[in-house]
Nanobody
Framework: QVQLVESGGGSVQAGGSLRLSCAASETIFSADVTGWYRQAPGKQREMVAVISGSRINYADSVKGRFTISRDNAKNTVYLQMDSLKAEDTAIYYC???????????WGQGTRVTVSS
């Protein structure tokens, strides 16, 4: 059972930046799909950004503002969030979907609050 631990959430004013981290308890391989999702109050969980190998996808709402990256040596995935908006307020979850191995893992979530 892989454990994912997120950190880096907090409160920030609109226009500010935050960097989220997600540390995995086991090795993350290049082909594994890792990503960030978020859930705002009263809304469904949505994809923010995913990375697998050299492929990266972003939600349209965060393109140009958020950057996902991964350090396989540290088994850690990052989400750099710049130019934050009030609508980015949500709980952010890290996800690991191993390639070629069973399981689909979620972190406990980290709260991001952006005040306008």
């Amino acid at each position: 059972q892989v454990q994912l631990v997120e950190s880096g959430g907090g409160s920030v004013q609109a226009g500010g930046s935050l960097r989220l981290s997600c540390a995995a308890s086991e090795t993350i391989f290049s082909a594994d799909v890792t990503g960030w999702y978020r859930q705002a109050p009263g809304k469904q969980r949505e994809m923010v950004a995913v990375i697998s190998g050299s492929r990266i996808n972003y939600a349209d709402s965060v393109k140009g503002r958020f950057t996902i990256s991964r350090d396989n040596a540290k088994n850690t995935v990052y989400l750099q969030m710049d130019s934050l908006k009030a609508e980015d307020t949500a709980i952010y979850y890290c996800n690991l979907n191993p390639w070629g191995r069973p399981g689909n893992y979620w972190g406990q979530g980290t709260r991001v609050t952006v005040s306008s």
